[in-house]
């Protein structure tokens, strides 16, 4: 006959909302690590029906950790289960250990899952996030009167949190009354249930500091503050164009002349020259020409003086003492009185004297230069 295996001790739930994982004792001593272990549930109900075969669930089958997760079973938060483990090795199986288990009043409840601080002035708003199921979702769900407990203090007058006010709300955002402006305050908060005196941890402890109207003389030095940083942008920004300005003065219109010898050579712009044309001179210095006049064409004017229609034999016989014109047919050579011959006279030539020609030139000369002063205009 085989020797009776021992069951399973100490069955116990580790939860926390929504969250089931069974655990026993098992003495290692009297088996060797061969053992392993099975779990079921089944609604408490159905214990009381009269069924000749319950239908249990089997969770962990022959697992050789002495826990199981039931997390993922879906037991109803409100329902009443009832749970066994047994033990089994080398074919022999231990009696069943049953456990009742009803998470609504079994399972322990979280602090809230996130704690968030704001400053209003004076006063402190306070957001609270609930606790969350194993899916994510909002405990409150489950447990209809959830409520949260907060606790705070002044961290100047009691530093360690002996002494906290209480405040007592159900509500996720929750403003914090009788505070004082510009000082630091520090929050915990715990979740509880009070049908089944259900509570949960505190939250780490979480500090704000308050605001409150502003002061004058700090009003007063923001103002200070604003208008040096404005003068000084002004002062910066003035400062930059100006030498902006003086950069492109010097470089564009410098106030020292080049030398001008160093002018020609930049300047340089006959054709055919390989020079660099560097610099762009002013117009006048740009016209590097001699002045140009322009003279109309001389036109030698004649001028014809008629002989007198009568004259006394005594002025004839002067102008013949003077010129002899002797046809010769086309000799072209004129005698004079002392009967010397001047070639290049010709018969009807008049003859000029000295007072004639000046006048011609004086009046030729007067011509030139008015026509001279039209052109030049």
């Given at each position: 006959?085989?020797?009776e295996?021992?069951?399973?001790?100490?069955?116990?739930?580790?939860?926390?909302?929504?969250?089931?994982?069974?655990?026993?004792?098992?003495?290692?001593t009297?088996?060797?690590?061969s053992?392993?272990f099975?779990?079921?549930y089944?609604a408490?109900?159905?214990?009381?029906m009269?069924m000749?075969?319950?239908?249990w669930?089997?969770?962990c089958e022959?697992?050789?950790?002495?826990?199981c997760?039931l997390?993922g079973?879906n037991?109803r938060?409100?329902?009443?289960?009832?749970?066994?483990?047994?033990a089994?090795a080398?074919g022999?199986?231990?009696?069943w250990v049953n456990?009742?288990?009803c998470?609504?009043k079994?399972?322990?409840?979280g602090?809230p899952?996130?704690?968030?601080?704001?400053?209003?002035?004076n006063?402190l708003?306070v957001?609270i996030?609930?606790?969350l199921?194993?899916?994510?979702?909002?405990?409150k769900?489950?447990v209809?009167?959830?409520y949260?407990?907060i606790?705070y203090w002044s961290?100047?007058?009691?530093?360690q949190?002996?002494?906290?006010?209480?405040l007592?709300?159900?509500n996720?955002l929750?403003?914090?009354?009788?505070?004082?402006?510009?000082?630091?305050?520090?929050?915990?908060i715990q979740?509880?249930y009070?049908?089944?005196?259900?509570?949960?941890s505190y939250?780490?402890?979480q500090?704000?500091?308050?605001?409150?109207?502003?002061?004058?003389?700090q009003i007063?030095l923001?103002?200070l503050?604003s208008?040096?940083v404005?003068?000084l942008?002004v002062?910066?920004s003035?400062?930059?164009?100006f030498r902006?300005y003086?950069v492109?003065?010097?470089t564009f219109?410098?106030?020292i002349?080049?030398?001008?010898?160093i002018q020609?050579y930049?300047?340089d712009s006959?054709p055919g020259?390989?020079?660099p044309r560097?610099?762009?001179a002013?117009?006048?210095?740009?016209?590097?020409?001699?002045k140009l006049t322009i003279c109309?064409?001389?036109v030698?004017?004649?001028i014809h003086v008629p002989?007198?229609?009568t004259?006394?034999?005594?002025?004839?016989e002067?102008?013949?003492?003077?010129?002899?014109?002797?046809?010769?047919?086309?000799s072209g050579?004129?005698?004079?009185?002392?009967g010397s011959?001047?070639?290049?006279?010709s018969?009807g030539?008049?003859?000029r004297?000295?007072?004639e020609?000046?006048s011609w030139?004086?009046?030729?000369q007067?011509?030139?230069?008015?026509?001279g002063?039209?052109?030049?205009s």
């Amino acid at each position: 006959m085989l020797a009776e295996l021992p069951q399973p001790q100490n069955l116990t739930l580790l939860t926390l909302n929504t969250q089931y994982v069974l655990t026993w004792d098992w003495d290692q001593t009297t088996t060797g690590n061969s053992v392993a272990f099975t779990v079921e549930y089944i609604a408490k109900y159905k214990m009381k029906m009269k069924m000749k075969k319950k239908n249990w669930s089997r969770v962990c089958e022959r697992t050789t950790h002495t826990r199981c997760d039931l997390t993922g079973s879906n037991l109803r938060y409100l329902g009443v289960y009832v749970l066994r483990v047994r033990a089994s090795a080398d074919g022999v199986n231990s009696h069943w250990v049953n456990k009742d288990f009803c998470p609504d009043k079994n399972a322990l409840l979280g602090p809230p899952s996130r704690v968030e601080m704001a400053p209003v002035g004076n006063l402190l708003d306070v957001t609270i996030s609930d606790p969350l199921t194993s899916t994510q979702h909002s405990m409150k769900e489950h447990v209809l009167f959830l409520y949260y407990r907060i606790l705070y203090w002044s961290r100047s007058d009691d530093p360690q949190g002996l002494k906290p006010k209480v405040l007592d709300s159900s509500n996720n955002l929750v403003t914090l009354p009788e505070l004082e402006a510009w000082t630091w305050y520090c929050v915990m908060i715990q979740s509880r249930y009070d049908y089944y005196n259900k509570t949960s941890s505190y939250t780490e402890p979480q500090c704000m500091q308050t605001e409150g109207d502003t002061p004058y003389w700090q009003i007063f030095l923001y103002f200070l503050v604003s208008m040096m940083v404005c003068f000084l942008l002004v002062l910066l920004s003035s400062y930059a164009f100006f030498r902006f300005y003086r950069v492109l003065k010097n470089t564009f219109y410098p106030s020292i002349q080049l030398p001008a010898h160093i002018q020609e050579y930049l300047c340089d712009s006959s054709p055919g020259s390989d020079m660099p044309r560097l610099l762009t001179a002013d117009s006048e210095a740009e016209l590097c020409c001699d002045k140009l006049t322009i003279c109309p064409e001389v036109v030698l004017l004649e001028i014809h003086v008629p002989p007198p229609l009568t004259a006394p034999p005594s002025e004839l016989e002067q102008d013949s003492d003077r010129h002899i014109c002797q046809d010769s047919g086309d000799s072209g050579i004129c005698s004079t009185e002392g009967g010397s011959t001047q070639q290049g006279c010709s018969c009807g030539e008049p003859i000029r004297t000295d007072q004639e020609v000046d006048s011609w030139q004086t009046l030729a000369q007067a011509k030139m230069e008015e026509m001279g002063r039209d052109v030049i205009s």
